[in-house]
């Protein structure tokens, strides 16, 4: 951490700049952790938008002792000696673990029994969601809370802390691009600023540039986001416009957007958009993401045209994306059906094989007739339905 950001760093939750969702005092968070009851939480989102600090000023607000580890490097003893030293103690000790999401099952394990005991407050951050990646029993044992990008206003109000305590001065354009290359993150804004005044006391666009050549991940200004871009390539792909399309890929690659960043959404859409109207569209999709991650910018820009190109061609149907956001739905809403006996394991008397009925055999899979899925009888999709209903009549 450069000195800049060590110094600029808040040091109470009324310093921390964005998350007004999580700052302002009328918030949930606000509130809970003025009281002292800060839960077991999970911090998720972006670099530098405040998720290790925000762990700090718990640590600080509640002057309990502070363990940063690093779930990449991270040994299950670690966790065992800090819980050792503060068992059968009145002290808490906050445990930060960042990229959190590496946990394994075994080291999410070890942290169970401690955190329902309330031996220590453990915090996780991580750049994803890592809901799908932590286990059902520390999910029931703790909170989720996205941190944002920081917005434009968030990171100009940074750089007006700094010039209250820091001599320069900076012209309008280079004040543009300091910001709008940040991408939303204040570490990366505090670490170009440090150097840029090292430099000279007065920043031009030319120093700026000549630090940081290109802009960070977007490579746009605040109120064109990488978000909005690579919101406008989905929609377009989904509206099968190439040209489009082509136009909101080269914007993303310009602005360097990293390639698996974009390779990500493209498969989420193939399954979305596209699903068994074209089913060879997942699998593009996943080989182009497995290729950009080994091969890289620029020649990547030419895996992602090709498929990005296939995708908006494809012929479209989100009858997938719908049918499991329909059955989540009844799931959550209504009791749990309980599984008919001849389906559970190991198989008992009265399962019928479909193998030894031809392929197919009628019997009871649900204790109750739901309906979720409803083709939408495009390209493929429509084979599918036939030999679905070819299957049912043999």
Request: charged share 25%; glycine share 4%; hydrophobic share 40%.
């Given at each position: 951490?450069?000195?800049?950001?060590r110094l600029?760093?808040?040091k109470t939750?009324?310093e921390v700049?964005?998350?007004?969702h999580?700052v302002?005092?009328?918030?949930?968070?606000?509130?809970l952790?003025?009281?002292?009851?800060?839960?077991?939480s999970?911090?998720?989102?972006?670099?530098g938008?405040?998720?290790?600090?925000?762990?700090?000023?718990?640590?600080r607000?509640?002057?309990?002792?502070?363990?940063?580890?690093?779930?990449t490097?991270?040994?299950v003893?670690?966790f065992?000696?800090?819980?050792?030293?503060?068992?059968g103690?009145?002290?808490?000790?906050?445990?930060?673990?960042d990229e959190?999401?590496?946990?394994?099952?075994?080291?999410q394990e070890?942290?169970?029994?401690?955190?329902?005991?309330n031996?220590?407050?453990?915090?996780?951050?991580?750049?994803?969601?890592?809901?799908?990646?932590l286990?059902?029993?520390?999910?029931?044992?703790?909170?989720?809370f996205?941190?944002?990008?920081?917005?434009h206003?968030?990171?100009?109000?940074?750089?007006e802390?700094?010039?209250q305590?820091?001599?320069f001065?900076?012209?309008?354009d280079?004040?543009?691009?300091?910001?709008?290359s940040s991408?939303?993150d204040?570490?990366?804004?505090?670490?170009?600023l440090?150097?840029?005044?090292?430099?000279?006391?007065?920043?031009?666009?030319?120093?700026?540039?000549?630090?940081?050549?290109?802009?960070?991940?977007?490579?746009v200004?605040s109120?064109?986001t990488?978000y909005?871009?690579?919101?406008?390539?989905?929609?377009?792909?989904?509206?099968?416009?190439?040209d489009?399309?082509l136009y909101?890929?080269?914007?993303?690659?310009?602005g360097a957007e990293?390639?698996?960043?974009i390779?990500r959404?493209?498969?989420?859409?193939?399954?979305?958009?596209?699903?068994?109207a074209?089913?060879?569209a997942l699998?593009?999709?996943?080989?182009?993401m497995?290729?950009?991650?080994?091969?890289?910018?620029p020649?990547?820009?030419i895996?992602l045209?090709?498929?990005?190109?296939?995708?908006?061609?494809?012929?479209?149907?989100n009858a997938?994306?719908t049918?499991?956001?329909?059955?989540?739905k009844?799931?959550?809403e209504?009791?749990a059906?309980?599984?008919p006996?001849?389906?559970?394991?190991?198989?008992?008397?009265?399962?019928?094989?479909p193998?030894?009925?031809?392929?197919?055999v009628a019997q009871?899979?649900?204790?109750?007739?739901?309906?979720?899925?409803?083709s939408?009888?495009?390209a493929?999709?429509?084979t599918?339905?036939?030999?679905?209903?070819?299957?049912?009549?043999?």
């Amino acid at each position: 951490m450069t000195d800049f950001a060590r110094l600029f760093r808040p040091k109470t939750i009324d310093e921390v700049v964005g998350q007004k969702h999580l700052v302002s005092p009328d918030s949930a968070f606000y509130k809970l952790l003025k009281s002292g009851n800060i839960p077991h939480s999970f911090f998720f989102g972006p670099p530098g938008c405040g998720k290790t600090t925000m762990a700090k000023i718990i640590a600080r607000t509640l002057d309990a002792p502070f363990y940063e580890l690093d779930a990449t490097s991270l040994k299950v003893e670690q966790f065992r000696k800090i819980f050792s030293q503060y068992k059968g103690t009145l002290v808490k000790p906050v445990i930060f673990v960042d990229e959190v999401h590496r946990l394994s099952k075994t080291q999410q394990e070890v942290l169970l029994i401690p955190m329902e005991e309330n031996i220590a407050i453990v915090i996780g951050a991580s750049t994803e969601n890592p809901y799908f990646t932590l286990t059902s029993g520390i999910r029931s044992r703790s909170m989720l809370f996205e941190f944002k990008p920081l917005s434009h206003e968030d990171l100009a109000e940074l750089v007006e802390r700094v010039q209250q305590k820091i001599d320069f001065t900076i012209d309008e354009d280079a004040m543009a691009y300091l910001i709008g290359s940040s991408a939303g993150d204040s570490r990366a804004l505090l670490n170009l600023l440090e150097f840029a005044i090292k430099v000279d006391k007065h920043i031009t666009l030319d120093t700026l540039k000549s630090l940081r050549p290109t802009m960070l991940k977007d490579g746009v200004s605040s109120d064109d986001t990488h978000y909005n871009l690579a919101s406008a390539l989905i929609k377009s792909i989904r509206g099968s416009d190439v040209d489009a399309a082509l136009y909101y890929l080269a914007r993303l690659i310009d602005g360097a957007e990293p390639p698996e960043f974009i390779a990500r959404r493209l498969v989420i859409l193939a399954s979305e958009d596209i699903g068994n109207a074209n089913p060879n569209a997942l699998n593009l999709a996943v080989s182009t993401m497995q290729a950009v991650s080994k091969i890289g910018y620029p020649e990547s820009r030419i895996i992602l045209s090709q498929c990005v190109i296939y995708l908006a061609s494809s012929p479209k149907s989100n009858a997938a994306y719908t049918a499991i956001n329909d059955a989540l739905k009844y799931v959550r809403e209504n009791p749990a059906l309980p599984v008919p006996d001849h389906l559970k394991s190991p198989s008992p008397k009265g399962y019928l094989y479909p193998h030894n009925f031809g392929g197919w055999v009628a019997q009871n899979y649900l204790t109750k007739p739901l309906k979720f899925y409803e083709s939408k009888k495009m390209a493929f999709e429509k084979t599918l339905d036939e030999w679905l209903g070819k299957i049912k009549k043999s």
